[in-house]
């Protein structure tokens, strides 16, 4: 795509991902949720299960599948949402996280540790001759772990209980490649897709989230070298950059730039594994 202007290559990345300038709040609430209850009804399974972190993103996909599981049972269907907190040892942002389940009020919660099982395999693959280049490196992999690990409970509990596990993969996140793949990337139902940062903040509004939560800074926050490390201090661009762009505004250079390298760079977290041809 070099010989194409900036802005063909933006409006080409916001056509694949979907995302629209605008939205309407309550409109998308209804829709996102019926979204989640034909699925239930078509696959057969009665169960919705996601991590919550104390996010904006997991804290309004979690209070859209609690909906979601209300409207089925108001409806005559069998459905529940188990919540699930996946916390590696304590986490600094504890409080967010019950502040959303308590909003979110899920039918249960789950609590499981994923220290012990991400502290042994990082133990096992440095005991097999494993080798990084240094301590950020260790914990760059060790973080991928983590975010593995968690999705390993997530579908445990899934099959367990009859039950799909959603995702919170959003446009902004998604253009830039900003997840695990198999890990936070893997899920049956992505209830925020299409949407850019800004637009989830406008329906966690809609949905009345705790505005502390809705306008927290989102961090990832799998690096135990430098917890609660920023999202946008990763990227090097606001979330506001990132959202002007899918909303197709402009831009300055540095955010184009940032934008496409890291889109085209992740484009693999975004398909299904490649095959021979």
Known sequence: MENRSNTEIQKHII?????HPSVDPDEEVGRRVKFLCEYMEKSGQRTLVLGISGGVDSTVAGRLAQLAVERTRDQGGDARFVAMRLPYGEQKDEADARRALDYIAPDETLTVGIKGASDAMLASLEESGLEFGDEEHRDFVLGNIKARQRMVAQYAVAGARGGLVIGTDQGAEAVMGFFTKFGDGACDLTPLDGLNKRQVREIGRAIEAPSELIEKQPTADLESLSPQKTDESVFGIS???????????EVGETAYRTIFEAYFKTEHKRTLPLVPQ
């Open 15 to 19: 056509s694949q991902l979907n995302v």
């Open 239 to 249: 979330y506001d950059e990132i959202d002007d762009f899918l909303e197709g505004r």
